[in-house]
């Protein structure tokens, strides 16, 4: 079976389903990810028409970002089968991966992963679609090794902070914020989720700030989630995308460092010699293999 492809996920923007308007306004602009929302940005009595709306939307934009997802209602309500099955029946050729709500065991993912290979092949769909699991719940980040492991069509693992905080009766303000805690609040299950996205091939997300007017926050919170290993972070309003992108993309600088210590690392090993020094600097196997996923990711962006 072939890999899912390695997409570019700096930011991903979050869009309610059922908003032609802010559809249209999300498929302009330069984000490498757009998500058409039918769960938590959906009212109840809304949820069909939406879906409605995506199907539309799929076939008759054109869209700037790189990738489009679906984000799907949970396995557990009466949504879910239809949002894939109309979805991918009508507007399969446009619609990338299907972002799993609310992933808590390999059963959830199983289901979408069978219900999937089932349509594509009624289909004969051109594209295989990829799969990508919030982790969203105590349960789901226990088992967040499993999960990341269940399915060659899983893309990305994305920590969903504000059930997560719920899941966990956490007592905060606003999803995503960390007042009162000294510290990172958000450290462990960040972590945790990152390991097990490297170990399996696959991009850790982070999720979202809701207050959209602390671009501070924002910023520090993306700081965290990259600096660990993170590919990307989640953004509830165009506003948030440009800060965003601009924490997760690799600097001129940085690249070019990279690119000269790399250069240097390979004569040496050409000379013979191992461990070296570039611009005072300590080279060697465990450094350039950091320098490698800096100058991967570059790559990535066409940078």
Same mark, same amino acid.
């Given at each position: 079976?072939?890999?899912?492809?390695?997409?570019?996920?700096?930011?991903?923007? %979050?869009?309610?389903? #059922?908003?032609?308007?802010?559809?249209?306004?999300?498929?302009?602009?330069?984000?490498?990810?757009?998500?058409?929302?039918?769960?938590?940005?959906?009212?109840?009595?809304?949820?069909?028409?939406?879906?409605?709306?995506?199907?539309?939307?799929?076939?008759?934009?054109? *869209? !700037?970002?790189?990738?489009?997802?679906?984000? @799907?209602? =949970?396995?557990?309500?009466?949504?879910?089968?239809?949002? &894939?099955?109309?979805?991918?029946?009508?507007?399969?050729?446009?619609?990338?991966?299907?972002?799993?709500?609310?992933?808590?065991? @390999?059963?959830?993912?199983?289901?979408?992963?069978?219900?999937?290979?089932?349509?594509?092949?009624?289909?004969?769909?051109?594209?295989? @679609?990829? &799969?990508?699991?919030?982790?969203?719940?105590?349960?789901?980040?226990?088992?967040?090794?499993?999960?990341?492991?269940? %399915?060659?069509? &899983?893309?990305?693992?994305?920590?969903?902070?504000?059930?997560?905080?719920? #899941?966990?009766?956490?007592?905060?303000?606003?999803?995503? #914020? !960390?007042?009162?805690?000294?510290?990172?609040? *958000?450290?462990?299950?960040?972590?945790?989720?990152?390991?097990?996205?490297?170990?399996?091939? &696959?991009?850790?997300?982070?999720?979202?700030?809701?207050?959209?007017?602390?671009?501070?926050?924002?910023?520090?919170?993306?700081?965290?989630?990259?600096?660990?290993?993170?590919?990307?972070?989640?953004?509830?309003?165009? #506003?948030?995308?440009?800060?965003?992108?601009?924490?997760?993309?690799? %600097?001129?600088?940085?690249?070019?460092?990279?690119?000269?210590?790399?250069?240097?690392?390979?004569?040496?090993?050409? =000379?013979?010699?191992?461990?070296? %020094?570039?611009?005072?600097?300590?080279? =060697?196997?465990?450094?350039?293999? @950091?320098?490698?996923?800096?100058?991967?990711?570059?790559?990535?962006?066409?940078?």
């Amino acid at each position: 079976m072939p890999k899912q492809p390695n997409r570019p996920r700096r930011s991903t923007l %979050s869009v309610p389903g #059922s908003s032609p308007k802010m559809i249209a306004k999300a498929a302009t602009l330069p984000v490498d990810q757009v998500l058409l929302d039918l769960e938590d940005a959906v009212a109840v009595d809304a949820k069909i028409d939406a879906r409605a709306t995506v199907i539309e939307a799929l076939n008759q934009q054109r *869209w !700037t970002a790189h990738t489009v997802s679906l984000r @799907i209602n =949970d396995v557990e309500t009466q949504w879910c089968h239809d949002d &894939i099955i109309d979805v991918v029946t009508q507007a399969g050729e446009h619609l990338d991966t299907i972002i799993l709500t609310k992933a808590k065991s @390999i059963g959830d993912v199983r289901f979408v992963h069978l219900l999937l290979d089932q349509l594509e092949r009624k289909l004969g769909l051109g594209k295989r @679609i990829g &799969i990508e699991c919030l982790i969203e719940e105590v349960d789901g980040l226990m088992r967040a090794e499993e999960i990341a492991a269940c %399915s060659d069509r &899983i893309e990305t693992l994305i920590f969903g902070v504000g059930d997560y905080a719920a #899941s966990q009766q956490m007592q905060l303000a606003s999803v995503g #914020s !960390t007042e009162g805690y000294a510290g990172d609040l *958000w450290h462990y299950p960040r972590f945790k989720m990152t390991i097990a996205c490297r170990a399996n091939g &696959i991009d850790p997300i982070d999720g979202p700030l809701a207050d959209f007017n602390d671009t501070d926050t924002l910023v520090l919170e993306a700081q965290r989630a990259q600096i660990l290993g993170m590919s990307g972070k989640w953004a509830i309003h165009p #506003s948030q995308v440009d800060p965003i992108q601009r924490v997760f993309t690799p %600097s001129p600088e940085r690249i070019a460092v990279a690119r000269k210590q790399k250069a240097a690392y390979q004569q040496a090993q050409q =000379d013979g010699r191992g461990a070296i %020094s570039v611009d005072g600097v300590m080279v =060697d196997a465990a450094s350039i293999r @950091i320098t490698q996923s800096l100058l991967d990711r570059a790559d990535l962006l066409g940078l």
